[in-house]
């Protein structure tokens, strides 16, 4: 898919002097925030997306914040938004979302998106989310008329994929069956699944015995543990126990290197999109 993004990108950029521009806020001094802040900015330059880098101290103010969101909302350079979540404690998350303008929402993180992907119209879809369904089907999984087991009701994750699976369309013609914290007696429901989805943020959540043979298991868990052996004193992990259960599934992703790439990918599709629909709209 980044093949394919960066021949578009040096298409679109010979007929119209468009360079797709990703403008990233990133405030604050969380670690895994900072890799994945700096590996989305390395995917830009890999297929000739601009990134503009604002990195912001942990004390800026929610009005600060703000003001930089409107100034990125009428610069025309910059075609996608993102702002990286979780934010500081003392900013509200949800006004710093709904500052953003929809068509620069290339997470699809405002109503607006949401709303337009719960009714199917179309809308920038979440990179996650985009990033799963775009996994399975170019790996030939099939989609229509298959039970998913989702376990996690994020705002990020759960929620927009299950609405994404659900929808009258080649990318979905899924049923969903939408699992979290308090659901009772997980196990039975996993079990029952062609696809179980793990987005817990909890390692461990989905273990060998609540697997059926032949499932495909995805992993968009991204957990740090502790790793005394390891440079860095940590290790990545997903939600899922990958040794025990590759045994038994059909396909499974690994954390590190399965969703978290395919999720950058799914921005810069936004973030191309975005760019397109602007030099359209300028002609
Ligand atoms: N934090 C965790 N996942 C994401 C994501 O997809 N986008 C943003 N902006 N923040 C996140």
């Given amino acids: 898919?980044?093949?394919?993004?960066?021949?578009?990108?040096?298409?679109?950029?010979?007929?119209?002097?468009?360079?797709?521009?990703?403008?990233?806020i990133l405030v604050g001094e969380d670690p895994a925030s900072k890799s994945y802040v700096?590996?989305?900015?390395?995917?830009?330059?890999?297929?000739?997306?601009?990134?503009?880098?604002?990195?912001?101290?942990?004390n800026t103010t929610e009005e600060e914040l703000l003001a930089l969101i409107h100034k990125l909302?009428?610069?025309p350079a910059v075609h996608g938004i993102l702002v990286q979540l979780p934010l500081p404690k003392h900013?509200?998350?949800?006004?710093?979302?709904?500052?953003i303008a929809p068509e620069k929402d290339v997470d699809g993180f405002t109503p607006v998106n949401v709303g337009k992907l719960v009714i199917g119209q179309k809308a920038y879809l979440p990179c996650t989310p985009h990033g799963v369904v775009q996994l399975l089907l170019r790996s030939g999984v099939?989609?229509?008329?298959?039970?998913?087991?989702?376990?996690?009701?994020?705002?990020?994750v759960g929620k927009p994929?299950?609405?994404?699976?659900?929808?009258?369309?080649?990318?979905?013609?899924?049923?969903?069956?939408?699992?979290?914290?308090?659901?009772?007696?997980?196990?039975?429901?996993?079990?029952?699944?062609?696809?179980?989805i793990a987005a817990a943020g909890r390692p461990g959540t989905i273990t060998a015995d609540m697997v059926k043979d032949g499932a495909v298991?995805?992993?968009?868990?991204?957990?740090?543990?502790?790793?005394?052996?390891?440079?860095n004193g940590y290790k990545l992990v997903g939600d899922v126990d990958f040794d025990a259960i590759k045994e038994k599934a059909s396909f499974i992703t690994p954390v590190p290197g399965g969703v978290g790439p395919m999720t950058i990918t799914m921005l810069l599709f936004n973030t191309v999109e975005a760019a397109e629909i602007a030099a359209e709209n300028r002609k």
């Fill in 1 to 24: 898919m980044r093949i394919e993004l960066a021949a578009k990108v040096a298409k679109l950029k010979a007929n119209t002097g468009v360079v797709p521009g990703l403008a990233v």
């Fill in 73 to 75: 909302n009428q610069d």
């Fill in 142 to 156: 099939k989609l229509d008329g298959a039970h998913v087991v989702i376990v996690g009701r994020s705002n990020i």
């Fill in 161 to 196: 994929l299950a609405n994404l699976l659900l929808q009258k369309a080649p990318t979905g013609n899924a049923t969903v069956t939408l699992c979290h914290t308090r659901t009772r007696d997980l196990a039975t429901f996993t079990r029952q699944a062609d696809i179980v």
């Fill in 217 to 231: 298991v995805i992993d968009v868990g991204v957990n740090r543990v502790p790793a005394p052996e390891k440079p």
């Fill in 38 to 58: 700096t590996a989305k900015e390395k995917a830009c330059a890999e297929i000739g997306v601009t990134s503009f880098d604002n990195r912001l101290p942990e």
């Fill in 91 to 99: 900013i509200d998350e949800d006004r710093v979302i709904m500052a």
